[in-house]
């Protein structure tokens, strides 16, 4: 079985979250899906409390819960409490995923039922599109810190070499590729070794917890971009639009090189290699 998470911000339910509940309930292996909405109350009373009777009344379903956070607690703490439920109740496979994401149902349970049939395989991307069907390239090598910060404040031409590798566009992106690094906008994950690898570390608010579990869980479990499905994503890349999301992005990506190293950093020579 699987259970679903999605967390929420100030969410567009009318374009977004509704035709993609819609969608996800026609699921067969699932058990539950998490709305994880971290909207401030103060916004939330004005904004989403016609939504959730919308949800109620459109979806009265036992298969959809809708969490109010209270606060905007960040990414990886609001899916871990999903997470928690999934070990909880033993639930195979746990889905997290973003509310601009377009998936169809089919390839949801396709994917469930390949991932069952190979227990070596702890999180599952398949390829990603943008909406005009151009590949978003969300499977990576494991940044260094040129990576990150070079390819926010450096002129394109100066690191296109090393950019193209650090996406693996070095690489055959119609096969599939065991990468160390799977972006956090649709991460189907084995719930036991998401377990095992601590589950998302709640230190970031944002951005970089999807690298760390990913590498976290690679170290035991094949962790696969596979291209036999395809997924559409509107990424908002927000922090090239708003300074505050930009300081957000720069201060957790310093915990993440603080906690694993800036430039000395073995496992992420050794993985990159391999």
């Known amino acids: 079985m699987l259970n679903i998470s999605i ?6 339910w009318e374009q977004e979250v509704l ?6 309930l026609r699921v067969k292996n699932l058990r539950k899906i998490y709305l994880l909405d971290n909207t401030e109350p103060e916004y939330r009373k004005t904004e989403t409390v016609a939504q959730k009777a919308t949800l109620a009344t459109q979806f009265g379903t036992s298969k959809l819960r809708y969490m109010p956070m209270g606060e905007n607690m ?21 889905l997290v995923m973003n509310s601009d994401i377009r998936v169809k149902a089919e390839d949801i349970d396709a994917m469930h039922d390949w991932m ?8 599952l991307m398949p390829k990603v599109l943008n909406p005009d069907g151009t590949q978003q390239y969300l499977a990576k090598r494991l940044p260094a810190p040129i990576d990150v910060f070079g390819h ?23 096969r599939p590729v065991n990468a160390p690094y799977l972006s956090g906008c649709f991460m189907l994950l084995r719930t036991k070794a998401a377990v095992e690898a601590g589950l ?27 291209p036999a499905w395809t997924i559409v994503h509107d990424h908002a890349r927000s922090s090239y639009k708003d300074k505050h999301m ?29």
């Open 7 to 12: 967390m929420l911000y100030r969410p567009q």
């Open 19 to 24: 035709p993609l509940v819609k969608e996800l």
């Open 74 to 94: 960040g990414y990886g703490r609001a899916h871990n409490i999903a997470l928690r439920e999934s070990a909880y109740y033993q639930t195979e496979l746990h």
């Open 116 to 123: 069952l049939a190979h227990p070596e395989v702890g999180q």
């Open 152 to 174: 926010r404040f450096l002129p394109a031409w100066l690191i296109a070499r090393r950019n193209r590798r650090y996406e693996l566009r070095d690489m055959d992106l119609s």
């Open 200 to 226: 998302f570390d709640e230190r970031y608010f944002m951005y970089p917890e999807d690298i760390d579990l990913t590498r976290t869980i690679h170290r035991n479990y094949l962790t696969l971009y596979y």
């Open 246 to 274: 930009l300081r957000i992005h720069i201060q957790n990506m310093c915990l993440y090189f603080n906690k694993w190293g800036w430039l000395f950093d073995r496992e992420r020579h050794t993985f990159n290699n391999l």
